[in-house]
């Protein structure tokens, strides 16, 4: 069974499978295909998440999926769209609520058993905050203990540490 046709098999599509047996249903919604790889669930929650911790960067959310026709890219949303945002935030220093809140949820994400989500937070969010010393000195105020061992892992893996 595949709502995915031969023309647009790399692109993004949602569908919801309802099965039924005896007394129950089971409804899975939104289950999205990129290009044979399956988004978990915990991917497409971290998304909701950084949507609504910065509901600014929600048109620029949109026009990436309308600009990579359909696909939901997370690695680019993370980079381009939620990164530099979080990265002003750290410059500026000022919304420790927010920066907290953030930083928070990066802790529940890099104790996360979702491999994928686990590495698309990795080698994206992570590996930029280490692009800059100033910059992962501040970050490393709000980070918990995983996120800050996450980060340095990032830092190994491009050889920033040896």
């Not at 290009?35 to 048109?59: D, I």
Request: with cysteine; aromatic share 10%; net charge neutral.
């Amino acid at each position: 069974m595949s709502v995915f046709d031969d023309a647009h098999e790399r692109q993004v599509e949602a569908f919801s499978v309802f099965l039924l047996s005896k007394n129950w249903q089971v409804c899975v919604k939104s289950i999205r295909r990129r290009g044979g790889v399956v988004m978990s669930k915990e991917s497409e929650e971290f998304l909701r998440k950084m949507l609504g911790f910065l509901p600014s960067t929600e048109v620029e959310y949109r026009e990436s999926i309308a600009y990579h026709d359909g696909e939901v890219l997370d690695t680019i949303i993370i980079e381009l769209i939620f990164m530099p945002k979080i990265i002003e935030l750290l410059i500026e220093d000022r919304n420790i609520k927010l920066l907290e809140t953030i930083f928070k949820y990066f802790e529940e994400v890099s104790k996360s058993k979702d491999f994928h989500l686990k590495s698309i937070f990795k080698t994206t969010a992570l590996e930029i905050l280490g692009n800059n010393e100033s910059i992962l000195r501040t970050a490393q105020k709000y980070m918990g203990a995983k996120t800050m061992k996450l980060q340095i892992e990032a830092d190994i893996a491009l050889g920033r540490i040896r």
